[in-house]
């Protein structure tokens, strides 16, 4: 909480004295997360299958760092206020196709323990959920945009609906995971990884459809910023968890 209260800070700063550097600290809190994430894949080994789904996250969020730093240089390097669409958003979207594989591959080994008709209503709930936000969001953008913003919103809703699909097997996850057990803690903090990127996904898209991105992107960067924190948390957690309790199993290790 004193890291997002005190980069929340820093980024109101930047938006209303150096616009352009407001993604800087998002670039870092994506950094720290990688290095937390190689620090765990290191004290991990990959000796199992649940080890060996960490590589995915990593590569996720290596992925995610790199598009942050492409973004940071088209407003540091190119002096470009809000680059959207740009080159970032290949890794933005590539980070998903890992982030994928991560939590499904989670929820794979744990599918034993989850009723078949659980996984059916969550799925649909998610379903209805994200076809009302698209409907109530960027149904009322299509009559504000321009044709030749096609990329835009296709982009935007993009983002909105993987971050539904991911958000689907982190909550299916947690659910399976007894509350009490180290790695309750750990899902939490990744389904509130995603939740938060997907609120600033919706808005970051909305504003970009409409034209008031440039405008509003300090807020949404602050749920992006927010998140990455929470994922930090999570990987603190975890390798807090390896160092200091080697000799407790890991839920779904096997």
Not at 28 to 46: E, N
């Amino acid at each position: 909480m004193g890291l997002v209260i005190i980069s929340t800070t820093v980024i109101t700063f930047l938006n209303s004295e150096m616009i352009l550097f407001a993604n800087v600290p998002l670039t870092i809190a994506a950094g720290i997360a990688l290095c937390l994430c190689l620090l765990t894949m290191y004290k991990l080994k990959l000796a199992s299958r649940y080890d060996r789904t960490h590589t995915f996250l990593t590569l996720g969020i290596g992925m995610w760092f790199v598009g942050e730093i492409v973004y940071t240089y088209y407003q540091l390097g190119l002096s470009v206020e809000t680059p959207f669409p740009s080159l970032a958003d290949v890794f933005y979207l590539s980070g998903y196709i890992f982030f994928g594989f991560y939590v499904y591959s989670i929820l794979k080994l744990l599918r034993k323990t989850i009723d078949r008709d659980l996984i059916v209503l969550v799925s649909i709930a998610a379903a209805i959920s994200i076809t009302y936000m698209l409907n109530l969001s960027f149904g009322i953008a299509q009559f504000l945009t321009a044709p030749d913003e096609l990329v835009r919103t296709i982009l935007s809703i993009s983002y909105f609906v993987l971050d539904g699909i991911l958000f689907v097997p982190a909550a299916l996850v947690l659910w399976a995971m007894r509350k009490g057990e180290l790695g309750y803690t750990h899902w939490i903090l990744i389904s509130l990884f995603i939740l938060l990127n997907a609120i600033g996904d919706i808005g970051f898209g909305y504003g970009a459809i409409i034209g008031t991105v440039g405008e509003e992107q300090w807020i949404w960067d602050i749920f992006f910023n927010a998140g990455y924190l929470t994922l930090v948390c999570a990987l603190f957690w975890q390798n807090k968890y390896l160092y200091f309790t080697p000799s407790i199993t890991v839920p779904g290790n096997k």
